[in-house]
């Protein structure tokens, strides 16, 4: 029966997929239609997470290639047309001498379309006598070989645009067309996307990056070569240590020194690396020195597989107010409850349980008896269900400087979580702060949000495994994302009423929590998901889906308010 079910769904879904747009947002405004198809998804077993095919992956990427080089190529006729020049300078950083490496990037940089203004080898004293040698014999266009780059200062290569790579590094042949044609006239740093390629030199496995992301850069570095920057200067100065991660490490470097400049991404794949890369979280040390140095010193720098996992400082451990609606559920209160009390590290927090309707006999008086906790107030919110309105009653209420919006089905798994994730939200430009949640099977329940995802708004990476890395090792390392979901959520209480908390007058169920980090976000602050702090939500997997026709019209009504919003 399962199998059958299973076949007719992937047919209707089929069918919904090649059906005309008018006619499937026709369909969409019928609630029984919507609940119906909702529900047969949901029982036919095939919202398990599955991975695309290496196979289906090539042959995506083939097509993005096929693409992309239709686009640039229609570029190169305008450059031929206007006898264009590309006014870049091309700077080569060579941690180490390897000619294998450097025969690759020198054949790329030969068979590139336009010529660049000037090319600089940056290595280190002891290989320019040895790298001098090899560009002799085998790059015929003017360089320069460098082991000091503030030896440019006064000249003309200071002022100039300059675009960095690493030796290894193939640049696509026209970069510098697409450098011309694409880089704002306002931005001070521009970042390419890059893929892999194998020793027969088979392009494989794009990095296609977010948007400036200050926090993703901190913790994977993920851009590690291929950025514009609009002079050289501010790389030279910023006496970045020659090494595999002096790109990723100027990159945090910007943050902390100049965090209003413009940075664009360029989303193009206008490089490639080396299959063998090393790993973000092989620059422990030097990622340590420059926080020393140029900042100040993190409470712990922490490897964590490929990525660094970073402790802020609790310069001041500010009184956190949990906030936890409920109605019944004794158990699912009793657990997360319990788990907060026993396991979690952070001290300094008072819990706000908000009683709406409860009429259970049992948990009436297991809420009685908790509201005589030290830590704990029994807030009562006689009436009708409304997300927001709760969680604005008991702000209003809430004595700490920091609010935690949680579910009353979580439960604490690591605890220093309250520590971890107040440490993000004390930082001045970071507004809500989002936790790791897992299911009970241990697949993910919420990594961060995306807009758009679903028609409205989604979870990344939901239902992936535990233990997966996620794309671009999203999964495993902190980062900024558009919003956080409210089922376990930090923000200060000032940010919190700057925005007037959340919409209860046009979100009462969904999508209250991505409207609020939406606002938040026009306060100047950035939304964070915190890698390091897991906690199990004990949601059904299969719970949330509007399988009634009231659910429904509900769902379709604030999520065309989001839109609208």
């Avoid at 026209?174 to 390629?197: F, G, P, Q, R």
């Amino acid at each position: 029966m399962q199998f059958i079910r299973r076949t007719i769904i992937k047919w209707l879904k089929l069918i919904v997929f090649l059906m005309p747009i008018p006619w499937l947002e026709r369909l969409k405004r019928s609630p029984k239609l919507v609940a119906l198809y909702s529900k047969q998804v949901q029982n036919s077993g095939l919202l398990t997470f599955r991975l695309q095919s290496p196979q289906a992956a090539r042959k995506a990427y083939k097509r993005y290639q096929a693409n992309q080089a239709l686009h640039i190529g229609s570029l190169i006729s305008k450059v031929e047309s206007s006898d264009q020049k590309g006014d870049v300078t091309l700077l080569v950083c060579v941690p180490n001498y390897y000619s294998d490496d450097l025969e690759l990037t020198i054949s790329s940089i030969e068979a590139h379309t336009l010529r660049f203004s000037a090319i600089i080898f940056w290595c280190t004293q002891e290989d320019e006598s040895s790298l001098k040698r090899t560009l002799m014999d085998r790059l015929h266009q003017p360089y320069k070989v460098t082991s000091c780059l503030t030896n440019f200062a006064q000249t003309k290569h200071y002022e100039t645009p300059c675009f960095v790579i690493h030796a290894g590094d193939l640049i696509n042949p026209a970069l510098a067309i697409m450098l011309l044609n694409v880089v704002e006239t306002t931005a001070e740093l521009s970042y390419v996307d890059t893929d892999l390629y194998d020793q027969k030199g088979r392009r494989h496995t794009p990095d296609f990056k977010p948007d400036w992301n200050p926090d993703l850069q901190l913790t994977n570095g993920y851009i590690k070569t291929g950025i514009w920057l609009a002079t050289l200067q501010p790389f030279a100065e910023a006496k970045i240590a020659l090494s595999y991660f002096s790109v990723s490490l100027y990159l945090c470097h910007c943050y902390f020194h100049k965090p209003e400049q413009l940075i664009q991404h360029i989303p193009s794949v206008l490089l490639s690396q080396r299959n063998s890369l090393v790993e973000f979280s092989q620059s422990k040390a030097l990622f340590s020195q420059l926080f020393n140095q140029h900042f100040f010193p993190l409470q712990g720098v922490r490897e964590n597989g490929s990525v660094l996992s970073l402790r802020w400082p609790l310069l001041e451990s500010p009184l956190v107010s949990i906030i936890i609606p409920t109605r019944n559920g004794l158990a699912l209160v009793k657990n997360c409850i319990d788990s907060i009390l026993d396991k979690t590290t952070y001290s300094n927090y008072e819990i706000l349980l908000v009683d709406n309707n409860s009429d259970d006999k049992e948990a009436i008086e297991y809420f009685a008896f908790l509201n005589t906790h030290e830590k704990v107030r029994v807030l009562q919110y006689p009436h009708e269900f409304n997300y927001s309105a709760i969680n604005n009653f008991a702000a209003r209420q809430a004595k700490g400087e920091v609010l935690a919006l949680v579910n009353n089905d979580i439960e604490v798994i690591s605890e220093e979580w309250l520590s971890d994730m107040v440490g993000h939200v004390n930082r001045a430009d970071i507004g809500c702060v989002g936790a790791k949640l897992l299911y009970p099977n241990n697949r993910i329940q919420h990594a961060g949000v995306v807009m758009g995802y679903g028609g409205g708004a989604g979870h990344a990476h939901k239902h992936f495994d535990v233990d997966h890395l996620g794309y671009m090792n999203r999964l495993i390392a902190t980062q900024n994302y558009s919003g956080v979901t409210a089922a376990c959520l930090l923000v200060k209480k000032s940010d919190y009423w700057a925005v007037d908390g959340l919409d209860e007058d046009n979100l009462t169920v969904a999508f209250n929590d991505v409207d609020f980090c939406l606002k938040i976000l026009q306060l100047g602050r950035r939304n964070l998901y915190c890698a390091e702090a897991h906690l199990y939500h004990h949601e059904s997997v299969s719970r949330g889906y509007e399988n009634t026709p009231e659910k429904a019209m509900r769902f379709q009504r604030e999520v065309q308010y989001l839109k609208s919003t």
